[in-house]
């Protein structure tokens, strides 16, 4: 069965950070590409990093790219999204699934997790 569990969203001020995290019950995790997710109000859920199951390749979209860290830990089964520099357009929810990165960072799965709200004040 599939579980993801993501936490640790908050308000915060133009320029702060966060550190999310997803908590991954898909089977064998340290096996699968993980990647994070946002859904900005009204609009449709979109890419935002991804990372291979070694961990040792990341991708980023163009606009989080140089504040945004992917990393994971597979001993913990949980990936990770810090988040610099953070703008009021980052406002979202964010999610985390395992993703295909040979067809275009699509979710490999349908199923989502109830996400975590990041709201950036300006």
């Known amino acids: 069965q599939v579980q993801l569990v993501e936490s640790a969203g908050g308000l915060v001020q133009a320029g702060g950070s966060l550190r999310l995290s997803c908590a991954a019950s898909?089977?064998?995790?340290?096996?699968?590409?993980m990647g994070w997710y946002r859904q900005a109000p009204g609009r449709e859920r979109t890419f935002v990093a991804a990372?291979?199951?070694?961990?040792?390749?990341?991708y980023y979209a163009d606009s989080v790219k140089g504040r945004f860290t992917i990393s994971r830990d597979n001993a913990k089964n949980t990936v990770y999204l810090q988040m610099n520099s953070l703008q009021p357009e980052d406002t979202a929810i964010y999610y985390c699934?395992?993703?295909?990165?040979?067809?275009?960072?699509?979710?490999?799965?349908?199923?989502w997790g109830q996400g975590t709200q990041v709201v950036v004040s300006s």
């Open positions: 699934n395992r993703v295909n990165l040979y067809r275009g960072y699509e979710p490999s799965t349908n199923y």
């Open positions: 898909v089977g064998t995790f340290s096996s699968y590409d």
């Open positions: 990372i291979r199951w070694t961990g040792g390749g990341t």
